[in-house]
């Protein structure tokens, strides 16, 4: 069994309530064996996809020996997975970058993801200055990552949009590197996009309150996370911002679909802003040990003390507004000591930290619709 089998109940009542809604891409990785020990292939992508009727971006991992040869295996994949992969080629700054993406443009690729912190160069390179350029001809987007382990690179990103105004500029993981400030540019520079590959919720409400609709693309970095997963926290986070159904329409795939396309992108009004989003202090509670826990389980630690400070924070008795959440967190809980139980950690991916995430999403997104009784689940004060 698959952490994800374990999630479905959180997603299906999103989709009853958004029956018109139908998730189109994702941004996920390739297919090779990167740093962090997790694993992915053709095979893993398109049956992660399935559980969520979607399509996905996929492009080479970290291969330092150069990357050509993962490229080709990319078009390969995506050629032979029925539609399902939609392959960008990935390409070092370093090294003939233009050449190569090209050729890979080329042979069906359909943009190109640089990677600053892997490859070591920022965006002022005049390497990627020249890429852009290529890619602003051909109309296709330029995936970059923009989260933990690199500086800040936002400034650059915005003289790339200005320098290049037919270029279409993705930062990957929220921009968690600028989004302090970036957001307050984005309507400014409406060829500069984000994905929602992150598993904070806190950044994902910021992004999607701030951020115009338009500008905001659903991603689930698979295999680090998983599109289902990404799926339950991008919609919860979206319909707590406020977004409506078009929004949401955009943001879960259409608007991806035209940038890879080479379409011109749709304007889905603007940033809707954070009136929707308030302070529920005994829920913040709860969320800020389970972000602990997350934590701990990224680095592959152990978080048992963290997760059993969450389950005391959800004993907020059953006549608390906050019961029906606390109640479904805690069904996560569950699931997620179970499935720890049987499947030992090997790898990241063995401590299910998918559950722990989605139950923190929970917490700071309340208001949409919850599972109508996946365990029945007491969250009755603890007798003294």
Same mark, same amino acid.
């Given at each position: 069994m698959h952490p994800d089998d374990l999630l479905r109940p959180w997603l299906e009542p999103l989709l009853d309530e958004l029956r018109e809604l139908s998730v189109v891409y994702g941004h996920t990785q390739g297919?090779? $064996?990167? !740093?962090? +020990?997790?694993?992915?292939?053709?095979?893993?992508?398109? +049956?992660? =996809?399935? &559980?969520? %009727?979607?399509?996905?971006?996929?492009? !080479?991992?970290? /291969?330092?020996? &150069?990357? !050509?040869?993962?490229?080709?295996?990319? #078009? *390969?994949?995506?050629?032979s997975s029925g539609g399902r992969l939609v392959p960008l080629c990935r390409v070092d700054p370093a090294q003939d970058a233009v050449v190569e993406a090209e050729r890979c443009l080329d042979a069906g690729a359909r943009g190109v993801k640089l990677h600053p912190r892997a490859e070591g160069f920022a965006l002022s390179d005049p390497a990627v200055?020249?890429?852009v350029a290529m890619t602003a001809e051909r109309r296709v987007p330029v995936l970059v990552h923009a989260g933990r382990g690199i500086p800040a690179l936002g400034r650059d990103a915005l003289a790339l949009c200005e320098r290049f105004p037919r270029a279409r500029l993705i930062l990957a993981h929220a921009a968690i590197s600028d989004l302090s400030w970036i957001w307050r540019r984005a309507p400014e520079h409406p060829n500069l996009f984000f994905d929602t590959t992150w598993w904070n919720p806190v950044d994902l409400l910021a992004l999607l309150a701030l951020v115009p609709p338009g500008q905001v693309l659903y991603g689930s970095d698979a295999p680090y996370g998983?599109? #289902?997963?990404?799926?339950?926290?991008?919609?919860?986070?979206? =319909?707590?911002?406020?977004?409506? &159904? &078009?929004? #949401? %329409?955009?943001?879960?795939?259409?608007?991806? *679909?035209? =940038?890879?396309?080479? /379409? /011109?992108? =749709?304007?889905? +009004? !603007?940033?809707?802003? $954070?009136?929707?989003?308030?302070c529920d202090i005994l829920l913040d509670r709860v969320y800020a040990f389970l972000s602990m826990a997350t934590g701990r389980l990224l680095h592959g630690e152990d978080a048992e003390q963290e997760l059993s400070l969450a389950r005391l924070a959800c004993e907020v008795g059953e006549d608390s507004p906050q019961a029906p959440v606390c109640r479904s967190i805690l069904a996560l809980l569950d699931r997620h000591a179970r499935y720890a139980g049987d499947h030992p950690p090997d790898s990241p991916q063995g401590t299910a930290v998918h559950l722990i995430v989605t139950a923190a999403g929970l917490a700071k997104s309340p208001e949409p619709r919850l599972p109508v009784a996946p365990e029945e689940v007491s969250v009755g004060e603890r007798s003294t």
């Open positions: 297919v090779s $064996t990167p !740093p962090e +020990g997790f694993r992915s292939s053709p095979e893993y992508l398109c +049956g992660a =996809l399935d &559980g969520v %009727r979607a399509r996905g971006l996929v492009f !080479p991992m970290q /291969e330092p020996a &150069g990357y !050509p040869p993962a490229n080709d295996r990319v #078009l *390969a994949a995506a050629e200055a020249a890429l998983t599109p #289902l997963q990404a799926a339950i926290l991008t919609l919860r986070c979206a =319909l707590q911002a406020g977004l409506s &159904g &078009g929004q #949401l %329409r955009s943001v879960m795939g259409e608007q991806t *679909a035209r =940038l890879a396309d080479g /379409e /011109e992108p =749709l304007d889905a +009004g !603007p940033a809707v802003g $954070t009136e929707r989003l308030s």
